[in-house]
């Protein structure tokens, strides 16, 4: 059976626990926020790098292309 004074004691501790819990869920929805931000950018940052990798192996492939096609040639000629 609930006294008054069990009554106030809950009133007491929704009005300490409601506000509480309400600065926690904004600050983990910030920390959310900021997290997400964070991870776009090192996306961003890690899909830019392969790229210009990707754009690196390219050009060093098409510069030795011409010699590889060169040393194919004199192997071929050779073993005939």
Known sequence: MRTE??????????????PALAETMESLRE???????????????QL????LGKH?????LNAL????????GLVSSKNQ
């Open 5 to 18: 004074g069990d009554g106030k004691k809950a009133d007491a501790a929704v009005k300490i626990s409601v």
């Open 31 to 45: 920390n959310m926020i900021i997290f997400r931000h964070q991870l776009r950018y090192q996306l961003r940052y």
């Open 48 to 51: 830019r790098y392969a790229g």
């Open 56 to 60: 690196k192996l390219t050009e060093n």
């Open 65 to 72: 292309k011409p010699e590889l096609e060169r040393c194919a």
